[in-house]
């Protein structure tokens, strides 16, 4: 069976939607490792009492490529085929793509290419977006820049704050990573320039 490892620092509600869909039969992979960069990552105890092998290798004071030489070693030691990043708060080097080409994947709380970068749900309020939501894409070495696997729509209203926004965001953010995943470690797509198509999709 296909594993995963997640990747974050922070809160983890992803990793927990993604932990769920998988206890409930929905998504047919193990998470072989999680690993976090942040000591104090709610989402490492989470993970531990639900028995996963979850670690934190802080990335304080080292160089992009050095930590990444760590993670790497980390993921390829628990046998790990798809990297899933999941609120995780760092710039992947050349090292780390080359590592697991088309194999790592990202979720980003708006419609790609729009609003890429920190404060998503903020800068669509700024701009005065009708509608916005969130993104899965393979991560190449750019900013929120890969191949598109999946996307949900969801309207900015007039009351809006930056944190409404976000928390309608992130329940379509909840329901498409674990579709996305379940597509990708099908092997049911195939990706002609940026589109990620259907396997079965006409040429
Ligand atoms: C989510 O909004 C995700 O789109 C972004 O970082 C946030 C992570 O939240 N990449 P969580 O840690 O999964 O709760």
Redesign the pocket.
Known sequence: MPTLGVL?S??????RAIAGAIDAGKLDTEIAVVISNRENAP?IEHARERGLNAIVLPSKNLEREAYDRLVVAELRRNRVDLVIL??YMRILSGYFLREFPLRIL????SLLPAFPGLDAQHQAIAHGVKFSG?TVHFVDEGLDSGPIVAQAVVPVLDADTAETL?AR??VE?HRIYPQAIALVLSGSYRIEGRRVLAADARG
């Open positions: 974050l922070g809160r983890g509600s992803n990793f989402a999941a609120g990202n979720i980003h709380p969130c976000a965001i992130l953010e």
